[in-house]
């Protein structure tokens, strides 16, 4: 087999304890999926979940201890932080029912899905796909995947993001409308999981922008801290 160009190497997260990484296949992320965030974007009630992707190589890996750079993206003059428990599949499949979900994620991990929000604003306005203002270049940064074996009670962990020391957004997993296991149920009844795919479970309110020159230190507790600052565009 030969190609008319080298093909693009596969994304890959560092694990904990181990030398293998993890290669990356699909970025999944669920919207809406804390009370207080969907409140602050103007919705209520629960709702039935719902899913966007972001491009695997819109990931940015920070090792840990390291800090991650994210350049501030073209376009937008309001450029969002979101905190997020991320879930690292390692056995896929398909119409997984929430009490299977457990064997199928091989860790997980702290997130960002950093968002355009002024271009997203503007395409659910329109009625149009929201690409533009989520799945845009190095707008996933991630920290190490920590087994699940090793992470410790995930689902009622604090969730935290501070910007140059200042708290911006603190919540706990177990606020999620849609715990981890009935997102694996939903998603796997829309799409077939693969081992490799990375689900961003989404964020609790505080949401707010971010300039270049900010840092943007975040945890899920058990899991490490992302940091990760802003550089010039
Ligand atoms: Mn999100």
Redesign the pocket.
């Known amino acids: 087999m030969s190609y008319v160009f080298t093909p693009a190497a596969t994304t890959s997260v560092p694990v904990v304890g181990k030398d293998e990484r993890f290669p990356v296949r699909r970025v999944y992320?669920v919207?809406r999926n804390y009370e207080e965030h969907a409140k602050e974007m103007g919705f209520t009630g629960r709702e039935a979940p719902f899913f966007f992707l972001k491009p695997a190589d819109a990931v940015v890996v920070v090792n840990a201890g390291e800090t991650g750079t994210v350049p501030y993206p073209s376009l937008t003059k309001n450029y969002h932080h979101?905190i997020?428990l991320v879930v690292a599949i390692g056995t896929g499949g398909k119409n997984i029912k929430a009490a299977d979900a457990q064997k199928h994620i091989f860790g997980y991990a702290v997130g960002l899905?950093m968002t355009r929000r002024d271009l997203q604003g503007e395409m659910k306005k329109q009625g149009r796909p929201w690409c533009i203002g989520k799945a845009f270049d190095a707008s996933a940064p991630i920290g190490p995947i920590t087994p699940a074996a090793q992470a410790g009670d995930v689902n009622n962990a604090e969730i935290w993001l501070q910007v140059n020391g200042q708290d911006r957004q603190r919540s706990n997993v177990s606020k999620l409308i849609w715990n981890v296991a009935e997102t694996i149920e939903h998603l796997s009844a829309a799409w077939e999981l693969q081992p490799g795919d990375l689900i961003?479970s989404?964020?609790p309110e505080g949401v707010a922008a971010v300039v270049a020159g900010d840092t943007m230190v975040g945890e899920v507790a058990g899991l490490g801290k992302l940091t990760v600052k802003v550089a010039a565009a």
Do not use: A, N, Q, V
Request: aromatic fraction near 12%; charge should be negative.
């Open positions: 992320c919207g979101e997020e899905d961003y989404g964020t």
